[in-house]
């Protein structure tokens, strides 16, 4: 299904036993139906769900407490055979920095709001022992030229 110029749609598992969320995750970009592909079908991944974690954050520019759902939580097998935990979260480049988001007012605006999601997110999962991950469409379709 389309949205606009967006991939949007429930994404249908070919592993469902792997799925650790309790409704059928939902993409809302196709850089986030190729990551759930990914957690899908990778043998390495063990275990992953889509929005079902939530982090409090600050957010400046309504200047209240609000909540981050952070796109993924995945569980996986390293090259060494040890089991990791990774919250992930999926962004154009250009909503990472205020550098990347050049002379955009919505852009700009996006990128201090993700700061304030991610400072939070980092600190939550180290409390868990978890890592915390953003990818762009860089890292998802291996573009390792471009730079955040």
């Known amino acids: 299904m389309s949205l606009g110029n967006y991939a949007?749609?429930?994404?249908?598992?070919?592993?469902?036993?792997?799925?650790?969320?309790?409704?059928?995750?939902?993409?809302r970009s196709s850089w986030e139906w190729t990551f759930m592909n990914f957690c899908d079908t990778h043998p390495n991944i063990k275990k992953?769900?889509?929005?079902?974690?939530?982090?409090?954050?600050f957010n400046p520019l309504k200047n209240r407490k609000a909540?981050?759902?952070?796109?993924?939580?995945?569980m996986y097998e390293d090259a060494q055979g040890n089991t990791k935990a990774e919250?992930?979260?999926?962004?154009?480049?250009?909503?990472?920095?205020?550098k990347a988001a050049g002379k955009s007012a919505y852009n700009q605006a996006m990128a201090?709001?993700?700061?304030?999601?991610?400072q939070a997110a980092e600190k939550w999962c180290k409390d868990q022992g978890f890592a915390f991950r953003i990818l762009t469409e860089n890292d998802i379709f291996h573009n390792p030229k471009k730079k955040r």
């Open 8 to 27: 949007k749609g429930k994404f249908d598992m070919k592993n469902p036993d792997k799925y650790v969320g309790k409704k059928q995750p939902t993409y």
């Open 112 to 118: 201090v709001i993700n700061q304030c999601k991610w």
């Open 87 to 98: 919250v992930v979260e999926i962004k154009p480049t250009k909503e990472t920095s205020l």
């Open 48 to 57: 992953w769900s889509s929005e079902t974690i939530g982090v409090p954050y």
């Open 67 to 74: 909540m981050y759902v952070p796109d993924f939580f995945v």
